[in-house]
Nanobody
Framework: QVQLVESGGGLVQAGDSLRLSCAASGRTISWYVMGWFRQAPGKEREFVAAISSSGGNTAYVDSVKGRFTISRDNAKNTVYLQMSSLKPEDTAVYYC????????????????WGQGTQVTVSS
């Protein structure tokens, strides 16, 4: 059974940085695309970033390009989201996701989800 556990969220001020972590258990992440999504109050969940199994390819939603960096450590079975220059509009619950198949498309769909971690950015 795959479990994804996010951590690292919190309350920060605009312009600050945070690093989110997603620790996986139950399956090695080494072969699978991993992603981050977010859901703000009253809005649908949106794709934020994804990374290929090797880490060599990444994709981002336009609103975070140049500010967020997704990375992974397959030896630690962990994926990260480094967030810099945070803005109030980045406030959301951030979810880690993992694909079940080895297809390397850098986007939805994903099959396994964490419980989420809250990121709040004050102005």
């Amino acid at each position: 059974q795959v479990q994804l556990v996010e951590s690292g969220g919190g309350l920060v001020q605009a312009g600050d940085s945070l690093r989110l972590s997603c620790a996986a258990s139950g399956r090695t992440i080494s072969w699978y695309v991993m992603g981050w999504f977010r859901q703000a109050p009253g809005k649908e969940r949106e794709f934020v970033a994804a990374i290929s199994s090797s880490g060599g390819n990444t994709a981002y939603v336009d609103s975070v390009k140049g500010r967020f960096t997704i990375s992974r450590d397959n030896a630690k079975n962990t994926v990260y989201l480094q967030m810099s220059s945070l803005k109030p509009e980045d406030t959301a619950v951030y979810y880690c996701a993992m694909r079940r198949s080895i297809v390397q498309t850098l986007g939805p769909p994903f099959d396994y989800w964490g419980q989420g971690t809250q990121v709040t950015v004050s102005s």
